[in-house]
Each structure stands twice: as C-alpha cells, then as structure tokens.
C-alpha cells in the first residue's frame, strides 16, 4: 500500500462526530478530506521550519568555523561593530520600548529578545593566563544580560593573546570580539620617571606590606586604565563601556540596557561598589588634584559631587571612591580635553611611580570634579561581585522579579566602610526599603 493511500485510509477510519451529531461519510468525502489533510500537514510542516529559522537563537556568527579573529600578521580583529552607530539597531531584533530603571528598587521591563542596541562595548584588560577567570566573568554576562543583545567585547593585553585564548572567548560572546595589542609607550615608564625614586618607593612599601607595592605591571594597569585604554584604536569606534574584570560574577538578571539607560538619561559615569582607598597608596594624590582645579577651572562642573570627595569644601580629601573594576560609562568624556587634561597633570606629577595611584580614585575624583552630580548613576538593579565586595540589590521584591542568588547579608552598600551612604545623602536620594537590615 502507498502513502497516499495509507492516508486515504486512516482519513476514512478518522471520520468524526459533528458538532450536531454524528455524520456518515462517502468515499467522495473521504477523498477529499485525505487531500485537504495532505495540504494541511504540509503548511504546518513549513511553517514550523521557517519559524523555528527565524526564532533561533543561535549566534550563528560564532559557530566553530567563523571566528572572527586571525591567525595572520593581524593582531586584532578589525570588524566594525554590530550595531550601526546611526540606527543602533541589532541584527534580526526588533526595537522594544523599555522603562529605566529607578534609583535604589528600579525594574526595568526588557523587549522578549533583545532590543535597541547603543553603539558600545565590553571591555576588558587581561593576559592570556587569564583565560579561564575571563570566561567564568563573560558567562555570568553572557547568561544574565547579553545573549538577548549581542553587544561587542574588546579585549586588551600587553602581549599579543594567544589562539586558545581567541577561540574559547570568541565562542563564549554573542557579539564581535576584538583583541587589541597595548601600545608599548601606554604601558612602560615614560621619560619623565626617576627610575631610582620609583624602585625606593617599591622596596618601602614591600617593607609596609602594602598589597601591590612594590609591582611594577601593577602600576603600569593603573596608569592605563586611568590614562590610555579609552585611546586605543579597537576603542575610536564605541561611545560607551562597560568593564569587565577576571573572576567577577553577577546575580541577577539584567532585565534593561544599562546602556540606553545611560544615553536615554543623560549619564557619564555608573557604578555598583564604592569605598575609602587605602590611604597609604595615594599620600599625595589630592595635592595633584588641587593643583589641576587651581590650572583649570574651566574644567570643574558647575553642580559638582565634591560633597561625595570631601568633608571641608575640597581643602582635604576624604577617600572615597567609586570601585573601578566595574564601571559604565561615556567614551566621548573620557576623550575630551577636559579629561585629557586632568590625567596629563596627574601623569606628570609621577604618583602612578612614585606612589600607587589607582584608577578608581583617579576616575572618581574626575567624575566627581568634571560631571554634574545627576550625571553618575548607581545601578542597584546590577548584582556584582569582585573579591572581596558584593553588591546585592537591596529589597527583596527587586531580588525575586530579577531572579537574583545572592545573600542579601553579603550587600556591602550600607556598611560602615562603604561610601554609597554618602552619595545619596549628598543628592537627598531616600534609601532602598530595607537598607537597615543589611548595615
């Protein structure tokens, strides 16, 4: 018996109940209903593949195969980004109306794949032993925010990186990923540097046991961080950042675009952690500073945060900052010459050598000085995690929509060392329902 006719048959044998009774069928009937069955189970054969086509979610741009990094002489991938700076539009995505997140127990509501997309990146500074800590931070992006926008990741180093390093990365990110080798003049003593006065500081605080002291790659990072990396080539092309470190984790989902929330709002500069730096590190770093605002007024914002940088009007600084190993923000700021400025005065003065400035002081005090205080944000919607501090988003309602696994006692915010108290007591924001609990 043939197909046809073994439908033939099961059509006959199939033969219903009405919905005033039952009725009998002829042959003719049976015919005719196995027929319009054949058309019937052929359009819903077709159209569960051109569905199951177009709804995929497979990156399949990142198939084994179609990395797009090279083997040649190439050390970075040139790609343009996915997004077009002009539409911001991802590919096979539809742009969705999304609500910002609100200040301290903001949900945003996010489009069901993806969204407008904002011409930005990851960014990330790493070595190839790196590896395996890097991509434990990409899948905790990757699975909490990232795999609905596909946004590009740059990666850094001060050496070529590696092939494994290209390929397990490359297949870890929804987006384009771009490796870009660090200029040896961004990541090297410059000329202006007593090479005795900074190997004394080293030797003095290795006797002090001050973590870092006396590193030498350490430095170099701080001072590229604070200074170069928004310089680099790989970087020209994006108007926003998010930074990413080795061995970071997040706990909640990121149910909005930080990003468009960003350039929607207004905002140069986002942070998740802030506290006091090691007073040892910095002896004479607002002494710089001091000497920067007194050259150029022209570059301090009217409106300012310097409530949340000192104690008596700027005469001393109190060492708060914001925790730079995560930060968003604005590329276009840190390119300007008011930025620019700022950092060359610093960079010259030798505290990167002389002492251990690090780039989260550096940023703060800058962003704190140069932006108005409505452009920094707080992001409590973003779990975040980098030895030893936790951000975990204060209220319990956030935490449940935002399927969060974090403890809630781990919150790092309202603790006594943390200087987030201060920045809302400086823009009167009321504090998250249940702030108490976690102090």
């Given at each position: 018996?043939?197909?046809?006719?073994?439908?033939?048959?099961?059509?006959?044998?199939?033969?219903?109940?009405?919905?005033?009774?039952?009725?009998?069928?002829?042959?003719?009937?049976?015919?005719?209903?196995?027929?319009?069955?054949?058309?019937?189970?052929?359009?819903?054969?077709?159209?569960?593949?051109?569905?199951?086509?177009?709804?995929?979610?497979?990156?399949?741009?990142?198939?084994?195969?179609?990395?797009?990094?090279?083997?040649?002489?190439?050390?970075?991938?040139?790609?343009?980004?996915?997004?077009?700076?002009?539409?911001?539009?991802?590919?096979?995505?539809?742009?969705?109306?999304?609500?910002?997140?609100?200040?301290?127990?903001?949900?945003?509501?996010?489009?069901?794949?993806?969204?407008?997309?904002?011409?930005?990146?990851?960014?990330?500074?790493?070595?190839?032993?790196?590896?395996?800590?890097?991509?434990?931070?990409?899948?905790?992006?990757?699975?909490?925010?990232?795999?609905?926008?596909?946004?590009?990741?740059?990666?850094?180093?001060?050496?070529?990186?590696?092939?494994?390093?290209?390929?397990?990365?490359?297949?870890?990110?929804?987006?384009?990923?771009?490796?870009?080798?660090?200029?040896?003049?961004?990541?090297?003593?410059?000329?202006?540097?007593?090479?005795?006065?900074?190997?004394?500081?080293?030797?003095?605080?290795?006797?002090?046991?001050?973590?870092?002291?006396?590193?030498?790659?350490?430095?170099?990072?701080?001072?590229?961080?604070?200074?170069?990396?928004?310089?680099?080539?790989?970087?020209?092309?994006?108007?926003?950042?998010?930074?990413?470190?080795?061995?970071?984790e997040v706990f909640c989902d990121v149910?909005?675009?930080?990003?468009?929330?960003?350039?929607?709002?207004?905002?140069?500069?986002?942070?998740?952690?802030?506290?006091?730096?090691?007073?040892?590190?910095?002896?004479?770093?607002?002494?710089?500073?001091?000497?920067?605002?007194?050259?150029?007024?022209?570059?301090?914002?009217?409106?300012?945060?310097?409530?949340?940088?000192?104690?008596?009007?700027?005469?001393?600084?109190?060492?708060?900052?914001?925790?730079?190993?995560?930060?968003?923000?604005?590329?276009?700021?840190?390119?300007?010459?008011?930025?620019?400025?700022?950092?060359?005065?610093?960079?010259?003065?030798?505290?990167?050598?002389?002492?251990?400035?690090?780039?989260?002081?550096?940023?703060?005090?800058?962003?704190?000085?140069?932006?108005?205080k409505e452009e920094i944000h707080f992001?409590?919607?973003?779990?975040?995690?980098?030895?030893?501090?936790?951000?975990?988003?204060?209220?319990?309602?956030?935490?449940?929509?935002?399927?969060?696994?974090?403890?809630?006692?781990?919150?790092?915010?309202?603790?006594?060392?943390?200087?987030?108290?201060?920045?809302?007591?400086?823009?009167?924001?009321?504090?998250?329902?249940?702030?108490?609990?976690?102090?």
């Amino acid at each position: 018996m043939s197909k046809e006719d073994t439908l033939d048959e099961k059509s006959r044998k199939r033969s219903s109940p009405g919905r005033f009774g039952e009725r009998e069928s002829s042959p003719a009937m049976a015919a005719g209903s196995a027929k319009y069955l054949r058309y019937i189970l052929f359009a819903f054969f077709a159209i569960a593949v051109i569905y199951f086509l177009t709804s995929s979610s497979i990156p399949t741009s990142n198939l084994p195969g179609s990395y797009t990094w090279s083997n040649g002489d190439n050390r970075y991938n040139e790609g343009l980004p996915k997004a077009s700076p002009d539409t911001g539009a991802a590919p096979g995505v539809a742009p969705g109306v999304e609500s910002p997140p609100s200040l301290g127990s903001g949900l945003a509501t996010s489009p069901a794949i993806g969204g407008e997309r904002m011409n930005a990146t990851f960014v990330t500074l790493a070595r190839n032993n790196d590896l395996w800590e890097i991509s434990k931070s990409i899948r905790h992006i990757e699975d909490r925010f990232n795999h609905r926008y596909g946004y590009d990741w740059v990666f850094l180093n001060d050496q070529p990186f590696d092939d494994e390093f290209k390929k397990i990365t490359t297949a870890l990110i929804s987006g384009k990923t771009h490796y870009g080798l660090i200029p040896k003049e961004h990541w090297s003593f410059p000329d202006f540097i007593d090479q005795d006065k900074a190997a004394k500081t080293r030797q003095d605080m290795a006797n002090r046991k001050i973590i870092y002291g006396d590193s030498i790659s350490y430095r170099h990072m701080c001072r590229y961080e604070s200074g170069f990396f928004f310089r680099h080539e790989l970087m020209q092309k994006f108007e926003y950042y998010w930074r990413v470190e080795p061995s970071i984790e997040v706990f909640c989902d990121v149910t909005f675009d930080p990003f468009k929330f960003m350039k929607d709002n207004g905002k140069k500069y986002s942070f998740v952690l802030s506290l006091y730096e090691y007073v040892d590190t910095i002896p004479t770093l607002w002494d710089s500073v001091k000497k920067f605002m007194k050259s150029h007024p022209e570059h301090i914002a009217e409106g300012n945060s310097l409530k949340f940088l000192s104690d008596d009007g700027g005469d001393t600084y109190n060492h708060c900052h914001f925790w730079s190993n995560f930060e968003i923000g604005n590329l276009d700021w840190l390119r300007s010459q008011a930025y620019v400025d700022y950092f060359d005065s610093l960079d010259r003065d030798g505290g990167f050598f002389y002492e251990r400035w690090g780039d989260a002081p550096v940023h703060s005090i800058a962003a704190g000085l140069m932006l108005k205080k409505e452009e920094i944000h707080f992001f409590n919607d973003i779990a975040y995690y980098h030895v030893p501090f936790t951000h975990c988003p204060t209220g319990e309602d956030l935490r449940l929509k935002l399927k969060c696994h974090c403890n809630p006692k781990d919150n790092f915010d309202w603790k006594g060392y943390s200087c987030t108290s201060r920045y809302f007591e400086m823009n009167d924001y009321t504090k998250p329902k249940g702030y108490q609990d976690e102090q």
